[in-house]
Structure formats: structure tokens, C-alpha cells
């Protein structure tokens, strides 16, 4: 068996020697014919030399192997030899070649996946990214950072959490410096958990990452540096990470004005948006639809007083870009025009209600119109003022135009004008034609709270929906707090304005309600501290 073997290694290497040899031969013979003798033996024997020295080492192993196996002769069989070993070398050329192709197929397939895998994010699926995803990584395909930090994004695209902080955690560990796009990308993460200065652990963290995320340079990140340094006091510093992410990209030119204009600096406020004006519009030269450029824009010339230029602007926008959030941010601009008169000259009933007619007229379910036209109402001094607004919403009522919206603000008005069975006939269609308004689920749920008969019980259905629907808006747990006290619910009651003081601008109106249900409860110290909290 010992000899079998031996002999099978002995062709072998006879057969690639005899292989060597001629391709000596063959490249020694293959010289043009216009070589002269004198080139063909000079290249002859430049390549005797590059080939004798592999072949002879060859020989040489086969001598030695074959010593003790003298099974045959070595110098009239060399055909034999080169014959007999050729199954051998096909098998070791075989074999290289699978583990060759092996090594290929891997990494075709990584590379395969990893381009689904973009692709995938790129369309917004991020299901099918997390799943190639996890092929990538059951397969132990990912071999660099860069692989697992796209895995990771694709798996918080998926809402896969767990999995992705996991992967960004040894990306990016808290203890010690790792990938700096994993850091930066949880700092940018842990910047929505921080809330104050005060959670110093979350804000130490978050210096940590972006301390480690240092060569990352992107228009995000210098404004998450910007907003770090803003919670801990270092204003000037934050103005510097604002002027690299506005040397980026002009849309931070805004938060960069804001933040002049809060120090006083009204030259480099202004430096800034005329900066930006003109940056911007060399670049809607090239891309007009872009609409977060066209509102920075706006928002610009807003911030310097030229509501003419803004406007044309917006307008230019709506004709490029019909989208609802285009649709809005014009009819956001006329009531913004509205605001300031209403500010600056708030008897100017004609020009504040054009403005809002205008808003109207760009966007009819702009829910902040119909509340500013209630108001506009309740500050008309003269008889036709008020008409011109209630004609304004019957008109629309009539047309068609958002009936369910403008039922609403006649319910509204109504109320203003302690027309209670007018105003709960008006918020009661507005209802039905639109139970999900949480304004109307909140006016209705108050109004049947307050009639000389009220249903407590429908008032408390409507106002859980306005809750839930905003729970952000504290008028409308106000709104919920009465309705329980009216039905005895007191407890309950007490949690919803305990929440709401940290909530309420006007926290004397939240103590004084307190101070009324402590009283009831028979916890007179708790109802005598918040009675003094609630004096002017």
C-alpha cells in the first residue's frame, strides 16, 4: 500500500517536471521568424533559466522520495512518467480549484446580499434589508465594521431594537473607543433621551460618543454637538458646531440666526440668512423641487422682515411641488402673517382676516385657521366684523369646503355668544361628520358638561378621545379633569391635574383646582398649600 502511494507522489512530480520542460521548449521554439539566431538563444536561454531551477528541484524531490522505492528506472521513462502522474495532478489541480471557487462563491454571496441589502434601505424596506441582514451575519459573512454598522441600521429600520443595540453596543461600546459611525450614530440616538441637563448619566454618555465620533463629519452630528453644548451652558461653543454644519449645508443657517439673535448679535444674525438666501438659491437653480430647501428659504427671508420675497417663494413652490406638506407650509406662512398682526396691531380686523382667507383658500383643513377665526370673532368690536366672519364659514359650510371644520367654529363662536343650544348643534354636526377632530371631541365634550342637563358620560367618552388622539395638549386634560370632577371621580380627577402641573402654562388655574378637590377629599393642608399657590 506504502509503495502504491509512493509511486501515485513519484508520477506526479515526474509529470510536472516533464511539464516544465516543455514549456521550456515550447517558449524557446515559439520566437518569430524575423528573430534573429542571435535573440532566439539569448531568450532560450533566459527562460532555461527560469525554468531549470524549478525543474531540477523537482528532480531532486523525486530522487529522494523514490530511493527507497526503487521500482522503476528514471531515465528512458519519462513519457511513462508524465502519463501516469497526469490523474494526480488533475485530482491536486481539482482540489485547489474547488477551494478556489469556494473562497470566490463566499465572497460573491457577500457581496450579493450586501447589495440587496442597500438596495433594500435605499427603497425603504427595511424588513427585507434586516432579513439579508441576518443572513450576513448567521453566515459569518460580515468581516469589517462597516458591514455590521449597515446591519445594524437596517435592523432599526425593521424596529428590531434588541438585535440592532446589540450590534451598535460592540460597534460602539461605552467603556472603550470603537467604530466611529457607530458612535456618532448612538449619540445621535441618545440625544432624544435626554431631556435636561440634570439626567447627567445620559449626558455623559452622549459626550462619550461624540467625543469618539470626532472624524465624523456630518451636518447631524455638528448640530447634535451644537445641542449638547447648548444643555450645558456653552453657548459659543454651540454658535462654532453650528458654523461647520451651516458650512455644510445652509438649512442650518435658521438654528444659527436664532441662536445670534438670542446673544444680541444682530450683524451676524443677518450675515447668516443673507448668506443663506443666496446659497440656497443658487442651488434651487439646479434642484427647484427640493422643498426643505425652498422652506429654508423662506424661513430665511421671514427672519429678515422680506415677507414679499417669502411668499413669492412659497408660491413658486406650490406650483412645482403639490404636496400636502407644501400645501401647508404656504397656508402656515398667511397664518404666521396673521400672528404678527394679531401681535402687533390686533385691531387690524380687515388684514388679519385677508390673511386668513388666504390660508383658507391654499389649505380648507388647516385646523389653526378656524381657531384664529373664532378668536377674530370674539375680538370684533363692530357688528359687520363678525358678520364677515360667520359669512365666511356658513359660506364654506355651503360650498362644501370643510363643513365638518367650519361647523366647528361656529359651535365655537356660538359658545362665545352664550348660545348653548346653537353651539351644540353646530360641534354636534362637526361630529358626525368628523368623529376623529380631537377640537371638536374636546368643544362637545365641555359644552355637554356645562348644558342645564348635561350627559356626563358622553362628556367623558369625547374627552378621552381628545386625550388620547393629543396627549400633548394640556387644554384638553383640563377639559378631562372637570368632566371627572362633575361625575365625583375625584381620585381620579387628582392624577390628571397632578400630571398637568408640570404640563399647564397657567399652573395657578390647575392649584386652584387642586386645592378644590383636596378640599373635598378631607386633605385640608394639601388643599391650603395649592390655595396658595393659586393667588396672583
Not at 407644501?326 to 402687533?344: K, L, N, S
Not at 365655537?412 to 377640537?439: C, E, F, Y
Not at 342637563?453 to 384638553?476: R, T
Request: aromatic share 8%; proline share 3%.
Amino acid at each position: 500500500m506504502l509503495r502504491f502511494f509512493a509511486n501515485i507522489f513519484i508520477y506526479s512530480l515526474h509529470s510536472l517536471s516533464e511539464m516544465l520542460e516543455y514549456i521550456f521548449r515550447g517558449l524557446g521554439s515559439s520566437a518569430k521568424d524575423s528573430d534573429s539566431d542571435q535573440d532566439k538563444t539569448w531568450r532560450q536561454k533566459t527562460l532555461g533559466v527560469l525554468l531549470w531551477v524549478p525543474r531540477k528541484l523537482v528532480w531532486a524531490i523525486v530522487e529522494i522520495v523514490s530511493f527507497p522505492f526503487s521500482f522503476a528506472s528514471f531515465s528512458d521513462e519519462r513519457r511513462r512518467y508524465l502519463l501516469g502522474g497526469a490523474p494526480a495532478l488533475l485530482v491536486i489541480f481539482a482540489t485547489l480549484g474547488v477551494i478556489g471557487f469556494a473562497s470566490t462563491d463566499s465572497e460573491s454571496i457577500y457581496r450579493r446580499y450586501r447589495l440587496s441589502m442597500e438596495q433594500a434601505m435605499e427603497s425603504g424596506d427595511f424588513e427585507l434589508a434586516s432579513v439579508l441582514g441576518s443572513r450576513i451575519m448567521e453566515n459569518g459573512l460580515q468581516d469589517n465594521s462597516e458591514m455590521k454598522f449597515a446591519i445594524a441600521r437596517a435592523l432599526i429600520g425593521s424596529k428590531d431594537m434588541l438585535r440592532a443595540q446589540s450590534v451598535l453596543t460592540e460597534l460602539a461600546p461605552d467603556q472603550s473607543r470603537g467604530y466611529g459611525p457607530a458612535h456618532a450614530f448612538r449619540a445621535l440616538l441618545l440625544a432624544n433621551s435626554a431631556k435636561s441637563a440634570d439626567e447627567t448619566d445620559l449626558l455623559n454618555q452622549l459626550k462619550w460618543h461624540l467625543d469618539n465620533s470626532r472624524s465624523e463629519k456630518n451636518e447631524e452630528l455638528y448640530r447634535l454637538r451644537s445641542s449638547y453644548y447648548l444643555k450645558i451652558g456653552q453657548s459659543q461653543l454651540a454658535i462654532e458646531q453650528l458654523e461647520l454644519a451651516n458650512g455644510l449645508n445652509p438649512r442650518s443657517a435658521i438654528p444659527l440666526s436664532d441662536l445670534y439673535l438670542k446673544q444680541g448679535s444682530f450683524e451676524s444674525q443677518k450675515r447668516v440668512l443673507q448668506e443663506a438666501v443666496v446659497r440656497i438659491g443658487r442651488q434651487l437653480n439646479d434642484v427647484p423641487f427640493d422643498k426643505d430647501l425652498r422652506l429654508t428659504m423662506a424661513l430665511a427671508y421671514v427672519r429678515l422682515k422680506d415677507f414679499d420675497r417669502a411668499e413669492a417663494v412659497l408660491r413658486k413652490g406650490l406650483e412645482l411641488i403639490t404636496t400636502p406638506e407644501m400645501t401647508r407650509a404656504v397656508a402656515d406662512f398667511y397664518v404666521m402673517r396673521h400672528d404678527e398682526i394679531y401681535r402687533d396691531a390686533r385691531d387690524d380686523m380687515a388684514r388679519r382676516l385677508g390673511f386668513l382667507e388666504q390660508a383658507i383658500g391654499i389649505d380648507r383643513n388647516h385646523e389653526g385657521v378656524y381657531l384664529r377665526l373664532s378668536q377674530l370673532y370674539t375680538d370684533s368690536k363692530e357688528a359687520s366684523e363678525s358678520k364677515k366672519v360667520r359669512l365666511l364659514l356658513e359660506s364654506m359650510i355651503a360650498d362644501g369646503k370643510s363643513p365638518s371644520l367650519a361647523h366647528f367654529a361656529l359651535g365655537t363662536v356660538s359658545i362665545m355668544d352664550n348660545d348653548q343650544k346653537r353651539a351644540l348643534w353646530h360641534l354636534g354636526q362637526a361630529h358626525k361628520l368628523d368623529k376623529q377632530i380631537p377640537m371638536v371631541c374636546n368643544n362637545l365634550a365641555w359644552m355637554l358638561a356645562h348644558t342645564e342637563n348635561p350627559d356626563l358620560d358622553k362628556a367623558f367618552e369625547l374627552s378621552k378621545v381628545a386625550v388620547e388622539s393629543m396627549p400633548g395638549e394640556p387644554e384638553f386634560k383640563d377639559t378631562l379633569g372637570t368632566i371627572l370632577i362633575k361625575q365625583g371621580k375625584l381620585q381620579d380627577a387628582v392624577t390628571v391635574y397632578e400630571k398637568l402641573l408640570s404640563e399647564m402654562p397657567d399652573r395657578k388655574r390647575v392649584h386652584a383646582k387642586l386645592a378644590e378637590i383636596y378640599k373635598e377629599l378631607g386633605q385640608p393642608s394639601l388643599s391650603q398649600m395649592h390655595v396658595e399657590r393659586s393667588r396672583p
